[in-house]
């Protein structure tokens, strides 16, 4: 598992490519100049692991787009060590992102051979999260309340338990849609029951599902 001077010269151009395309907070650029994309990837995809696009992983889903993950990144406006829940693990790239930017990263996926995956693989690499196995739509609400909340995955509405997680002055970033097309939503919690709502673009992610399997 090298991470080669070849490597961090194309972390470096997709850095680029992602300033040169509106990201302009320098603590996402920088994380995600430091974490080894390609490691997450099959050997035959590769060559491809430093082009902004999504890339399969397996059991049906996908590493997101590296501007995708800067956009949420950003938009979650992380602070040094904040609880941060994200929803959908994944390949784990998100989460090492995120740790990147020196949050607590609690992640939560319901797919078993992901969720293994993951959990196998990050150490290996230097990143420690909290693991869990479950559904996401529950949260972890023995661990809240939490700072961040990240859903990685298209939802109809914000599931209500998560936002019963959320920190008052807390920010959760979503995909929110329907499954053809989502945008990305921003629910900043003011109060018990006050809710401040922002929206920020159109996306496409694979959908948040129920239960696990």
Avoid: W
Wanted: net charge positive; charged share 20%.
């Amino acid at each position: 598992m090298e991470d080669t001077f070849r490597h961090k010269g194309l972390r470096n151009k997709l850095v680029e490519c992602l300033r040169l395309k509106g990201i302009r907070d320098e603590k996402v650029l920088l994380a995600i100049n430091k974490v080894p994309r390609h490691l997450f990837l099959e050997s035959s995809l590769i060559n491809h692991a430093y082009q902004d696009k999504a890339l399969p992983i397996g059991a049906g889903q996908t590493i997101s787009q590296p501007y995708t993950v800067a956009v949420q990144s950003e938009l979650l406006k992380v602070k040094p060590f904040e609880k941060v829940l994200e929803i959908g693990t994944g390949s784990g790239y998100q989460a090492c992102v995120l740790l990147e930017m020196s949050a607590r990263v609690y992640t939560i996926e319901r797919q078993r051979e992901l969720y293994l995956k993951a959990m196998s693989f990050l150490p290996q690499i230097g990143y420690n999260p909290q693991f869990f196995y479950g559904d996401g739509y529950l949260g972890l609400p023995t661990y809240g309340p939490f700072d961040k909340i990240i859903i990685t995955a298209g939802a109809p509405e914000v599931p209500k338990a998560l936002l019963e997680q959320l920190k008052i002055g807390g920010r959760l970033v979503a995909p929110i849609g329907d499954s053809q097309v989502q945008v990305m939503t921003v629910v900043e919690r003011k109060g018990e029951d006050s809710f401040v709502t922002t929206h920020h673009g159109s996306f496409i992610f694979v959908p948040l599902l129920k239960g696990t399997e």
